[in-house]
């Protein structure tokens, strides 16, 4: 069982800048894809950015391209994302998620474990 733990979330001005943290308790997490995604309530939970488990490889959604960036530490089990020019309609729960399942990796199948969430708010 791999428990994802992520935080930094918080209240930002429009523009502004956030890096979320995203720690895995075990070292087995090594051979798993770690991302993220977001949600608003009443809206489905949507991909972001994610990074393959060998750390080499990254993938982004379209409307973060350029302004978020994702990121694994030498140990490949912690992953930041770093979120900048942030806009209000990014408001969320951000969620944390590793994984290595047969669907592609920006799919919420892909992923097997996912962390509790972590809220940020843009303030226009």
């Known amino acids: 069982q791999v428990q994802v733990l992520e935080s930094g979330g918080g209240l930002v001005q429009a523009g502004g800048s956030l890096i979320l943290s995203c720690a895995a308790s075990v070292r087995t997490a090594r051979a798993y894809d770690m991302g993220w995604f977001r949600q608003v309530p009443g809206k489905e939970r949507e991909f972001v950015a994610t990074n393959t488990w060998s750390g080499s490889t990254t993938y982004y959604a379209d409307s973060v391209k350029g302004r978020f960036t994702i990121s694994r530490d030498g140990t490949k089990n912690t992953v930041y994302l770093q979120m900048n020019s942030l806009k209000p309609e990014e408001t969320a729960v951000y969620y944390c998620?590793?994984?290595?399942?047969?669907?592609?990796?920006?799919?919420?199948?892909?992923?097997?474990?996912w962390g509790q969430g972590t809220q940020v708010t843009v303030s226009s």
């Open positions: 998620a590793a994984g290595n399942g047969d669907y592609s990796v920006r799919s919420r199948l892909h992923y097997n474990y």
